[in-house]
């Protein structure tokens, strides 16, 4: 399974997009990349996954280059409310056998 | 309301004592995923179930066990409690089919163990 990497932890303010990159060297060609949100106390939301290129939906957007060796999620004007953990994970889903690893995540902080 | 159903929310037993947590998965849902998440170990994955099957094993002790049942609805058994075992469980399922998907997690059971 490919490993991540990503920052500890990050900070930004209010309306500035952010943007935080995950290293995974080792992906495989059948791996996704796919991305989560944590709050403290609750369980990690679904946030994005992508292949390859590029993946945008109402909440953020996921840019993966052609050698696929990282990904960084975007996110456009934050709040207050994005103040949670992110993890990147590299991995085969779905019911073969599946299973995303999570790394240690990146604590983001967003300021006033 | 994330669909994923996990009971109970809370837990407080005793070393040596065992448990049972439920997950019922979202509607549709065949897999059916546990992960630990203690302060000092982050997520771990234990296990994955798919439509009654297991798929997966990761860091499950030997203590622990898990069964998926024909209404898909997914029991992990905790036995033997220890200190260490106290922390965050959380189900999360997946749809089923070839193609990959994200997992939709529970709120999580808080279990305690003193």
């Known amino acids: 399974l490919a490993k991540t990497t990503q920052p500890i932890s990050m900070d930004s303010y209010e309306g500035q997009e952010v943007n935080i990159t995950c290293s995974h060297n080792n992906i495989a060609t059948n791996d996704y990349i796919t991305w989560y949100q944590q709050f403290p106390s609750q369980g990690p939301r679904f946030i994005i996954q992508g292949y390859k290129t590029k993946v945008t939906n109402e909440v953020a957007s996921l840019f993966i280059p052609a050698d696929r060796k990282s990904s960084t999620l975007s996110l456009p004007r934050v709040s207050l409310s994005d103040t949670a953990v992110y993890y990147c994970?590299?991995?085969?889903?779905?019911?073969?056998?599946?299973?995303?690893?999570f790394g240690q995540g990146t604590e983001l902080s967003v300021k006033p | 309301d994330s669909g994923v159903t996990q009971t109970p929310k809370h837990l407080i037993t005793a070393t040596g004592q065992r448990v049972t947590l439920r997950c019922s998965p979202r509607?549709?849902?065949?897999?059916v995923y546990w992960y630990q998440q203690s302060l000092d170990q982050g997520l771990q994955f234990l296990i994955h179930?798919?439509?009654?099957?297991?798929?997966a094993k990761g860091n499950i002790l030997e203590r622990f066990s898990a069964q998926q049942f024909p209404d898909l609805h997914s029991e992990l058994n905790l036995s033997s409690l220890e200190l260490g075992d106290s922390a965050l469980y959380f189900c999360?399922?997946?749809?089923?089919?070839?193609?990959?998907?994200?997992?939709?997690f529970g709120s999580g059971t808080r279990l305690t163990v003193v």
């Open positions: 509607s549709g849902d065949l897999s």
């Open positions: 999360a399922s997946s749809a089923g089919g070839d193609r990959v998907y994200g997992y939709t």
């Open positions: 994970l590299v991995g085969e889903t779905g019911n073969q056998g599946g299973k995303l690893i």
């Open positions: 179930y798919y439509n009654g099957e297991e798929r």
